[in-house]
Nanobody
Framework: QVQLVESGGGLVQPGGSLRLSCKASGRTFSSYAVGWLRQAPGKERELVASISRSGGSTYYADSVKGRFTVSKDNAKNTVYLQMNSLTPEDTAVYYC?????????????????WGQGTQVTVSS
C-alpha cells in the first residue's frame, strides 16, 4: 500500500487558482494510477481528474474540464492538481487516491489507497 499526503488547500477568491500536491511514499509510485476526488457537504464523492501511471493519459470530469490540470512526477513521487478559474461550486475536501494499474481510472470505487484530504474553500 502506498501512503498519500495531500497539501496546498486553502481559501481562495472566486476566479483564483490553487495547486494541490499529493506526495506518495514508497519506491513503486510509477506503478500507480492516481486520481483527485472531492466531496462537498451533503454531496457524493466525485472523481474530478485522474492520470495514468506514466502520466501519458488523463481524465477530467466535465465540471472541471478546461480549468483543472493533473500532472505526475514519478521522480518526486508527487501528483499535482492545478486548479484555475475557481468558483464557489469547487468548494470541497479534495482527496488524492491511487491504485496499481496500467489503465486510466474513471470511477472513484476503483482506487485502493486514499489520502486524508485537504480543504479547498472558494469564497469572497
Amino acid at each position: 500500500q502506498v501512503q498519500l499526503v495531500e497539501s496546498g488547500g486553502g481559501l481562495v477568491q472566486p476566479g483564483g487558482s490553487l495547486r494541490l500536491s499529493c506526495k506518495a511514499s514508497g519506491r513503486t509510485f510509477s506503478s500507480y494510477a492516481v486520481g483527485w476526488l472531492r466531496q462537498a457537504p451533503g454531496k457524493e464523492r466525485e472523481l474530478v481528474a485522474s492520470i495514468s501511471r506514466s502520466g501519458g493519459s488523463t481524465y477530467y470530469a466535465d465540471s472541471v474540464k478546461g480549468r483543472f490540470t493533473v500532472s505526475k512526477d514519478n521522480a518526486k513521487n508527487t501528483v499535482y492538481l492545478q486548479m484555475n478559474s475557481l468558483t464557489p461550486e469547487d468548494t470541497a475536501v479534495y482527496y488524492c487516491a491511487a491504485t496499481v494499474t496500467t489503465w486510466i481510472i474513471r470511477q472513484a470505487s476503483d482506487f485502493g489507497s486514499w489520502g486524508q484530504g485537504t480543504q479547498v474553500t472558494v469564497s469572497s
